[in-house]
């Protein structure tokens, strides 16, 4: 098993950035494919961006592409959600998750075994 604990969400003002940290225990990361994932308030959780156990290979939702960037550290457990241009529309409880290395990149929520608690990210226009 691994534990998943999200850090670095906050209030931040419409066009900057921030930079969420996942960091896995337990169970080595690299053991995992990781996502990114957000839920608004009223709305469903929604993917973000995955990435492979390797680093080398990444994948994104249309909302993210071009402004967002997932990259990991597995010698340091962590994989990180870069954010930049933010907009209000991307105010939401961020969360990572891990999946099993037989998954895709673009396997759906359901496929992923292991969730962090979550971090709010708030954009203000």
């Known amino acids: 098993q691994v534990q998943l604990v999200e850090s670095g969400g906050g209030l931040v003002q419409a066009g900057g950035p921030l930079r969420l940290s996942c960091a896995a225990s337990g169970r080595s990361s690299s053991n995992y494919h990781m996502g990114w994932f957000r839920q608004a308030p009223g709305k469903e959780r929604e993917f973000v961006a995955a990435?492979?156990?390797?680093?080398?290979?990444?994948y994104y939702a249309d909302a993210g592409k071009g402004r967002f960037t997932i990259s990991r550290a597995n010698a340091k457990n962590t994989v990180y959600l870069q954010m930049t241009s933010l907009k209000p529309d991307d105010t939401a409880v961020y969360y990572c998750?891990?999946?099993?290395?037989?998954?895709?990149?673009?396997?759906?929520?359901?496929?992923?075994?292991?969730w962090g608690q979550g971090t709010q990210v708030t954009v203000s226009s």
């Open positions: 990435i492979r156990w390797s680093g080398t290979s990444t």
């Open positions: 998750a891990a999946t099993s290395l037989i998954r895709r990149l673009s396997t759906p929520l359901p496929d992923y075994s292991y």
